[in-house]
């Protein structure tokens, strides 16, 4: 496996492409989510040419893995869609905040922690690449409990709210700590195969 990273025309047509498409298959068929999609590639407003994307590539290239990173300072769905999961305010320019979102793994080989972890990895290396110091997210409860099992400290924004069938929550992972703290609960292991693009 291999994990790919960069915005859509650093990825180029194909891979992004297939990543949109992956989406639609994880978020719209498998979840059910009613979100906005053309054709079989789910795609929204918060895509746009400054987002970056990391993608993880099985053996045969077909993405089993992705997410997106957006500074908060600019349009996300923490503060867009989903304001009342935070008790903060919409950062200032040049932000050190960024958000996570779209992220999904589908894997069949019984390693599902194992790329989970790459994935987030990439993204926290990335985010602190930018000059990131956290990272934010629009999450679930058994997500946060499933980061906690992982050793990734993080907390709530806010009081969790019911949207739909779900009970939602906005996450916050501080950038800095998180090495620390996995290296303290023996869960530290770098990306795999990291390739900024």
């Given at each position: 496996m291999k994990i790919i990273s960069g915005t859509a025309s650093e990825l180029g047509a194909s891979i992004y492409r297939g990543l949109l498409e992956f989406r639609y298959e994880i978020f719209v068929k498998r979840l059910g989510w009613q979100i906005s999609f053309i054709d079989k590639y789910e795609a929204d407003q918060f895509d746009t040419v400054d987002t970056i994307y990391v993608a993880a590539l099985d053996a045969r290239d077909h993405i089993c893995g992705c997410a997106r990173l957006m500074n908060t300072a600019a349009p996300c769905l923490l503060y867009d869609v989903f304001p009342k999961l935070t008790q903060s305010s919409r950062p200032q320019p040049a932000s050190t905040e960024w958000e996570i979102s779209r992220f999904a793994i589908l894997t069949a080989n019984g390693l599902?922690?194992?790329?989970?972890?790459?994935?987030?990895?990439?993204?926290?290396?990335?985010?602190?690449?930018?000059?990131g110091d956290r990272l934010v997210s629009v999450s679930t409860p058994p997500l946060s409990r499933l980061l906690t099992r992982m050793g990734y400290a993080h907390h709530y924004l806010g009081e969790p709210v019911h949207y739909g069938d779900s009970d939602l929550v906005g996450l916050c992972i501080g950038i800095e700590s998180q090495q620390e703290a996995l290296e303290n609960t023996g869960a530290y292991t770098q990306p795999l195969s990291l390739q900024a693009g």
């Open positions: 599902p922690t194992q790329l989970t972890r790459a994935v987030l990895e990439a993204a926290i290396s990335l985010v602190k690449k930018h000059g």
